[in-house]
């Protein structure tokens, strides 16, 4: 409700918002201040300020500016809303008092909290109770909007991730994490957030998703967080499970493993790949299986997923796990962890569909900017300080890739810093990780192993080694029977067997 509330050099407040009502209805805002602020985020009325009467447009909306006597740094404003009707409004959320006389940047969500249904829909200053369902594919997404106030002048870029809170991104939402980039000039972006097609019935829900890491020199407004609250459709226990349709199926690969609603064409043909089978249940199965495993195999998902595992490996090395297949022994896992292979995945496939105009310009641009950064985060400058030379900078990543490179191919790593003698150089640093993460050889050996990670990753949404399971047991087993048949998944009956599991299937439904 209150965007930001101001001290000016008349020796007054100001505090400037927006509200919904119903369509060309007054609404009487009342103002409060109060010096504490609930851990929750909203308000209470400690001190009433005054009132003023707003009349939405057409939109339902209206903003309004509210001038009261000048309040100390850091005092919290909060408001209430009451509608024709009566009907009065709990309080919003807070607002601190701002620096004096100006309107510092800065970028906040349009709405602290909105409920949707599970066919999702807006999450903005104008979102009510949605009882919408998911269209024929089973997409249900719900769209965010950020603002961006103040000074708009410069370009500016924030964080966004998803929180779990009693919906969780297993089996209500997929996991949501980007950067939010605002051109000058520019003040409001929208992301969206997949939800899950299931016919669990579980009531109202919850999940959140949080502002952080603004940059360009503006700050975090109120509200920094938004509780998005999903409103079940299911009132009865379900009899049948929605990952058995074919274009539930194919949709939520999509979301698994490309964190993208399917394009029109790729859902088609997908879809028909299990449909053309007819009633013939032993064709069905077997293509769900190709289906499902090709979502790993894509020109997509090996440019952007495989290439964050391969990026890790290269910058860490291997991690030890504990196994009993076959007696208590340690064994090399993959570095990387769901929680931050997620996120960096979506981050490089960030606008990407393969096939659409643009799209390897749009790759491209997000590896070079994600490759930036990761060489620039804590962890890898403690691992590659940039006082390294460029010789021993290459020779511990291919040591941590576990590839003797070619000579052309780590001579043509160390030329990435021309005549440096140290690796201080961030764009240097970033291509010559890349020259060894795409390296042919990685690519070969790392790929049995990424492929049995990803089961767990994408169908589980979970590490090899989080419960239900205890150890790497289970990963042991089935990268070995994966070795066995030479990487043929269909004969090591890998990818059923995980499209099978009562794991995966309760994610959705009934097993």
């Known amino acids: 409700m209150i965007e930001y509330c101001t001290n000016n050099a008349n020796g007054t407040t100001t505090c400037h918002g927006r509200q919904d009502c119903a369509r060309n ?56 809303a009451t509608d024709a009707m009566g009907d009065t409004s709990e309080f919003s959320a807070c607002t601190k008092v701002a620096m004096s006389g100006t309107t510092p940047p800065y970028c906040h969500f349009e709405n602290p909290k909105c409920t949707v249904g599970e066919g999702g829909g807006p999450c903005g200053s104008a979102a009510r109770l949605m009882s919408s369902t998911p269209d024929a594919s089973g997409t249900g997404t719900v769209s965010i909007t950020v603002n961006r106030a103040g000074d708009v002048s410069t370009a500016a870029t ?16 997929t996991i949501a994490s980007g950067t939010l980039s605002f051109a000058a000039g520019e003040t409001s972006k929208t992301s969206t957030i997949l939800l899950t097609n299931e016919d669990l019935v579980e009531g109202k829900q919850t999940f959140y998703v949080v502002l952080l890491n603004p940059t360009g020199g503006i700050t975090l407004g109120d509200p920094s967080s938004i509780a998005i609250t999903i409103n079940d459709r299911d009132t009865s226990p379900p009899t049948t499970n929605p990952i058995d349709d074919p274009a539930n199926f194919v949709t939520q690969h999509y979301a698994d493993f490309l964190s993208r609603v399917p394009d029109s064409g790729g859902l088609a043909f997908w879809t028909n790949e299990i449909t053309s089978c007819g009633a013939d249940q032993a064709c069905i199965q077997v293509k769900r299986i190709n289906v499902s495993a090709a979502y790993f195999l894509s020109i997509e998902f090996q440019q952007t997923g495989y290439l964050v595992e391969r990026i890790y490996k290269a910058a860490y090395g291997d991690a030890n796990g504990s196994s009993t297949f076959g007696g208590a022994h340690q064994v090399a896992v993959p570095v990387v962890r769901y929680s931050e292979f997620m996120p960096d995945t979506q981050r490089i496939g960030q606008g990407v569909v393969v096939g659409q105009t643009g799209w390897e310009q749009a790759l491209e641009n997000n590896k070079q900017n994600f490759t930036a950064k990761f060489v620039q985060r804590s962890r890898f400058l403690s691992v590659f300080p940039t006082s390294m030379t460029p010789a021993q900078f290459v020779d511990k990543l291919f040591m941590n890739a576990g590839v003797t490179p070619s000579v052309s191919d780590r001579q043509a790593a160390i030329n990435e810093f021309g005549s440096a003698t140290t690796t201080a150089d961030v764009a240097a640093r970033a291509r010559a990780l890349r020259d060894v993460s795409e390296n042919s050889i990685l690519n070969s050996q790392e790929f049995n192993r990424a492929f049995v990670l990803m089961q767990f990753f994408g169908y589980l949404r979970r590490n090899p080694n989080d419960p239900q399971d205890t150890d790497y047991t289970g990963y042991d087993f089935w990268l070995t029977k994966l070795n066995q048949f030479n990487g043929n998944f269909v004969n090591a009956e890998m990818v059923k067997a995980f499209i099978t599991s009562g794991e995966y299937r309760q994610r959705f439904g009934p097993q």
């Open 158 to 173: 924030v964080d966004y991730q998803t929180v779990d809170g009693t919906a969780t991104q297993k089996k209500k939402y």
């Open 25 to 80: 209805s007054p609404c009487k805002i009342e103002f409060y201040e109060s010096n504490v602020c609930h851990a929750s985020g909203y308000g209470e009325g400690k001190d009433y300020l005054g009132s003023i009467v707003v009349t939405p447009d057409a939109t339902c909306e209206a903003s309004f500016d509210f001038a009261t006597p000048s309040f100390l740094l850091g005092q919290y404003f909060t408001a209430t």
